[in-house]
Structure formats: C-alpha cells, structure tokens
C-alpha cells in the first residue's frame, strides 16, 4: 500500500518557538495532503488542504498565519507552528490524496509546548 | 456544515463479547463513509461504504451503511484485547478530493481479558 511518512514523531519546543512538520509521500505524488489536529480524547480535525503549487485552503477557525503550509512538491507538504504556545500541543496528522478512493495518513506528530 | 456523529463514545466489555458501534452522518452531496482504527498513532484503514445495504467484512469485523437512514454500524464480533482502539468514522463528500473527510468524536473501546 501506499506509504506517508511523517517527521518528526515527537517534537517538545518552548514556548515562542517554531517548530515544522513535515509529511512525505514516498511512493507515489500527491498534489493534494490534508493536515489534521487532535486534541487528547478528541477526534481528527482538518485544519487545511495543502495544495501542490498554490495556496492552502484552511478549515474556518484555522490561523492561517499561525500554521504555515507549504507544498513545494508533489511528495512534501510541511506545516510550521509559528510562535507556538502551550496551548497548541497536539497530535498533527497528516494524509495524502493518491487519487484512488482511500486517503493515506501518516504516524502523526505529538508536538509539546513548554 | 457536514457532521458525523458517533456513539457510543466510549464502551468496556470482555473478550469474546460482540459490539456495535453506531456512526450518523449530515453530509451535503455525500459520497462515502469510511471507518479507522487508531491505537497509539495514525488511523489505520478498515472499511469504506458507498452503497446500502451491502455489509462490508473483514475477519470478525463487518459495517453496513443505511443511506436512508444516514448512519452505519460497525460490528466486532467475539473481542479480543487487541481491539481495544479508538474507532472512527469518517465521512466523504463528492466533489472534494477523497482524501478530505469530516470525522466523528470516535468511541473508544477498551476489552478487557
């Protein structure tokens, strides 16, 4: 089957920092990722659809400016958590869009803000 | 604004029990319904629905949709402790890419031996 990988698993940063995440299709090209965020207990939440060439679209609530996407290439989408605070600790998911029915995610990231 | 729906969100039984776990869905143009899932880390794939009435099976496990209805169940027949997972249940809308789905809160299942 088709293969995401996503780095890094786990990421601790302080406070005010940045910190970026990216997720590879490492065999096939996808013009289209998602990325989802899920809090502790809670289920998946799409944030954005990260859009090889152009700009994301981001999910209504969702700071643009706050969760930078970039999708260079048909297989890297990156997402950076500028100036992270304690608040956005979370598990990051990432998936990609093959064009066959099924979306293919990747391990995910548990990001800590301390 | 799509909306999926699971319950029960959380269910304890023994092993060699058999659950259902219920998923509705409010989907504008909806396409398919999927069902993951996920232990420590990412989702892992167990069915997609798009058509009524034809039950889906994999091992002991087997969903159904009602497109009537608007809901699925997904089925676990004599539970193991390796099940204890969160399951979700998401949906698709046509017109989308497959990849975009809005998913329920999940029901957390924990067998015990």
């Known amino acids: 089957g088709a293969v995401v990988s996503q780095h890094p698993s786990r990421v601790i940063c302080k406070s005010g920092t940045s910190v970026k995440i990216e997720c590879r299709s490492l065999d ?22 990260s859009n090889e060439g152009s700009k994301a679209t981001y999910e209504q609530g969702v700071e643009k400016d706050k969760f930078l996407i970039n999708h260079a290439s048909l297989t890297l989408s990156t997402l950076t958590v500028t100036s992270a605070h304690p608040e956005d600790s979370s598990f990051y998911i990432c998936s990609a869009d093959r064009g066959t029915r099924e979306a293919f995610f990747g391990q995910g990231t548990r990001l800590t803000v301390v | ?71 699925s169940i997904l089925n676990i027949t004599a539970t193991q402790t390796g099940d204890s997972a969160i399951y979700l249940c998401a949906s698709n809308a046509g017109g989308t890419s497959y990849g975009k789905l809005t998913f329920g809160q999940g029901t957390i299942l924990t067998v015990h031996p």
Not at chain 1, 33 to 40: G, L
Not at chain 2, 32 to 42: C, G, H
């Open chain 2, 1 to 71: 604004e799509d909306k999926v729906v699971q319950s029960p969100l959380s269910l304890v039984v023994h092993e060699g029990d058999t659950v259902t776990l219920n998923c509705s869905y409010e989907v504008t143009n909806f396409r398919s319904l999927l069902w993951y899932k996920q232990e420590k880390k990412a989702p892992t794939f167990l069915f997609m629905l798009t058509s009524s009435g034809i039950e889906k099976k994999s091992g002991r496990l087997s969903s159904i949709l009602d497109k009537k209805e608007l809901f």
């Open chain 1, 28 to 49: 096939f090209q996808a013009t289209t990722m998602f990325w989802y965020r899920q809090f502790p207990k809670q289920s998946l939440m799409l944030m954005a659809t």
